[in-house]
């Protein structure tokens, strides 16, 4: 069974650039929830969605969107990168409908802004 | 606004002994706790949670201990064993809040021999 994979695993952009990175669920999940973590942080949350649409989302700017497809895949989208958006970015998937549910991690995509 | 604090950034405990991680958190509508343990090179995994509705959770060798009006939950790891040397993250979350975890900045647990 398929844990939750996140592709690239690494990326280096530069300052302004756009990226787009990709999340296929866990076998059975339909909620992908993404997540910013920055060196010596711990994982914030960026936004979930369930159902093609987003139902949750934390205070990031509207520069990060996302897309969730008919196979419960995701996508996260950073436009115009600033340095700041540096980070480890986490998927988590989880099924849908029920609040308690657990989140599982993907192993993240490392991205680097120069 | 950090909501949900880590203080201890490390911790090293001897092998077999107890490990207790602690976490503060200031908004009292939080009603949902979570551990999660995670390794280099790797997500988060889950360990263990707890809801308000409760003061204590138990998980074989993992105990998550809430304190309400203290705004404190814990985590206890006993007997502590090297596999258990990782990054321990508490979470949380509000009511109604669709899985939008709130996440502390984690703790370095180093388990010695």
């Known amino acids: 069974d398929a844990g939750v994979t996140q592709s690239p695993t690494h990326l280096i952009k530069t300052r302004g650039q756009q990226v787009t990175l990709r999340c296929s669920p866990k076998?059975?999940?339909?909620?992908v929830s993404w997540y910013q973590q920055a060196l010596g942080q711990g994982p914030q949350f960026i936004f979930q969605?369930?159902?093609?649409?987003?139902?949750q989302r934390g205070n990031f700017p509207d520069r990060f969107s996302g897309h969730q497809f008919p196979n419960y895949s995701s996508e996260l989208n950073v436009n115009a990168l600033l340095l700041g958006d540096s980070a480890l970015y986490l998927c988590?998937?989880?099924?849908?409908?029920?609040?308690?549910?657990?989140?599982?991690f993907g192993p993240g995509t490392r991205l680097l802004v120069l | 606004d950090q909501q949900v604090k880590q203080n201890s950034p490390s911790l090293s405990v001897q092998e077999g002994r107890i490990s207790i991680l602690n976490c503060d958190y200031t908004?009292?509508?939080?009603?949902?706790f979570l551990w999660y343990k995670k390794y280099p090179a790797e997500g988060p995994t889950f360990l263990i949670s707890?809801?308000?509705?409760?003061d204590k959770n138990e998980d074989g060798r993992f105990t998550v201990f809430l304190n309400k009006s203290a705004k404190h939950l814990s985590l206890h790891i006993v007997p502590s064993q090297p596999g258990d040397s990782a990054v321990y993250f508490c979470?949380?979350?509000?009511?109604?809040?669709?899985?939008?975890?709130?996440f502390g900045a984690g703790t370095q647990v180093v388990v010695t021999p």
């Open positions: 988590a998937s989880s099924l849908g409908g029920r609040r308690w549910e657990t989140q599982y």
């Open positions: 076998s059975g999940h339909d909620t």
């Open positions: 969605y369930y159902e093609e649409e987003e139902r």
């Open positions: 908004n009292s509508m939080f009603d949902y």
């Open positions: 707890i809801s308000s509705i409760k």
């Open positions: 979470a949380a979350s509000l009511t109604d809040s669709w899985g939008k975890f709130q």
